[in-house]
């Protein structure tokens, strides 16, 4: 089943969101940890 244009709307606000924040964040062990969080759940939705 695919996505609807509003769920991925949606779907692309949280990505957006999530790099954000990684960007945002100073500490390197917190940033890599928020990359490596954000990289895992685009690997998981393509698994999905």
Do not use: C, H, Y
Not at 9 to 26: C, D, G, H, T
């Amino acid at each position: 089943m695919g996505m609807t244009d509003k769920q991925f709307q949606s779907w692309v606000r949280f990505l957006l969101s999530s790099l954000k924040a990684m960007v945002e964040e100073e500490d390197p062990d917190k940033k890599a940890a928020k990359l490596a969080e954000i990289m895992d759940n685009l690997q998981k939705t393509l698994e999905d």
